[in-house]
């Protein structure tokens, strides 16, 4: 199989504080992983693109410095949300793509739903 | 006009109907092509992979693909009140464009018993 997992799977924080989310993949390795917000009956946004020991390629319009993306090993990236205010309340996802995958196959984690108060 | 455009729905189904979902696209350049499953408050799941043209088939679904007219869609056979999930097309043009997936808008189904 191909098992990645979200942690937290929710989180309410106060406005101000910052969040961290891991993405693991489980039973693979994976060269890059994804990261995507999600709003209510809307379709995932990418936010950036992460490979392992570089920095992230953040999409236009994402703030490098409130998002702050870190892939130190085949298995394991992080998002932090960085003085997270109500606006930045919504779901998050990330995405692993295989290692010397030939294609584009990407498996998704349970997703993290962020509520800042 | 967006890169992916996909009916959001709600499509409403009885069960044992056969469901057709579909996308259109723009971008020429994609030739990976995906079909995921959402459960609300869920990650989506992966179902359906197809590279180039032409179609799929795993149990219920089939997928197919024509590039010719940008033009996919997804299958359901025998549809199952458990079928009601969101579905999401994406689509990449692999390594040229960084392997992004670019995401349809989903389309919200419910197979009603």
């Known amino acids: 199989g191909a098992v990645v997992s979200q942690h937290p799977s929710w989180v309410i924080c106060k406005s101000g504080t910052s969040v961290k989310i891991e993405c693991r993949s489980l039973d693979f390795q994976a060269t890059t992983m994804f990261w995507y917000r999600q709003f209510p009956k809307q379709s995932l946004m990418l936010m950036a693109t992460?490979?392992?020991?570089?920095?992230?390629?953040?999409e236009q319009g994402v703030e490098k410095d409130k998002f702050l993306i870190n892939h130190a090993s085949l298995t394991l990236s992080t998002l932090t949300v960085t003085s997270a205010h109500p606006e930045d309340s919504s779901f998050y996802i990330c995405?692993?793509?295989?290692?010397?995958?030939?294609?584009?196959?990407?498996?998704f984690g349970q997703g993290t739903r962020l509520t800042v108060v | 006009q967006k890169e992916v455009e996909q009916d959001p729905g709600p499509l409403s189904v009885p069960e044992g109907a056969i469901v057709s979902l579909n996308c259109t696209y723009s971008?020429?350049?994609?030739?990976?092509f995906m079909w995921y499953r959402q459960y609300s408050r869920k990650g989506p799941e992966l179902l359906m992979y197809t590279y180039s043209s032409g179609n799929k088939e795993d149990g219920r679904f089939t997928a197919q693909v024509d590039k010719s007219s940008k033009y996919i869609s997804l299958f359901i056979r025998d549809s199952q009140p458990s079928d009601s999930a969101t579905y999401l097309c994406?689509?990449?043009?692999?390594?040229?464009?960084?392997?992004?997936?670019?995401f349809g808008q989903g389309t919200e189904l419910s197979v009603k018993p």
């Open positions: 992460s490979n392992e020991g570089s920095k992230a390629t953040y």
């Open positions: 994406a689509m990449s043009a692999g390594d040229n464009q960084g392997g992004k997936l670019i």
């Open positions: 971008n020429s350049a994609f030739q990976y």
């Open positions: 995405s692993a793509r295989k290692w010397n995958s030939m294609n584009t196959e990407a498996f």
